[in-house]
């Protein structure tokens, strides 16, 4: 992966699963790579999340919402799953456990918890 030419980690494309709960499909595609990010593929927090990632040297797979037919249910659902009424991209799983959105995200980063969570995942090594 090659983060100055804009490629941000894995995209998976999400529309192979099988249809169901979407908070259950999220829960498993969280679940599968260290770290995990919900986006929007025009969403400029979500541009700077896969930066942030992409700086520290993670590899983040990430799952573009606008680009799967039953991604806003999965939006609504992580909606429901963060307790806010609010848009709900970008949202991070480290690890299968949901950090948040970009303020618990930057938060993290900022007070020096986010690298142990990243090196617990197995997403970072040094």
Known sequence: MNCQTGSWGYYMPTSRTTVGDPLERIERLASENAVVIFS????????AI???????GV???VYELDEDPRGKDMEKALM???????PAVPVVFIGGKLVGKMDRVMASHINGTLVPLLK???????
């Open 50 to 56: 896969k930066r942030l990632f992409c700086g520290m």
């Open 80 to 86: 429901r799953l963060l307790g806010t009424s609010s």
């Open 40 to 47: 929007i593929s025009g969403c400029c927090m979500c541009h």
């Open 59 to 61: 590899n983040p797979t």
């Open 120 to 126: 617990e995942a197995g997403a970072l090594w040094l």
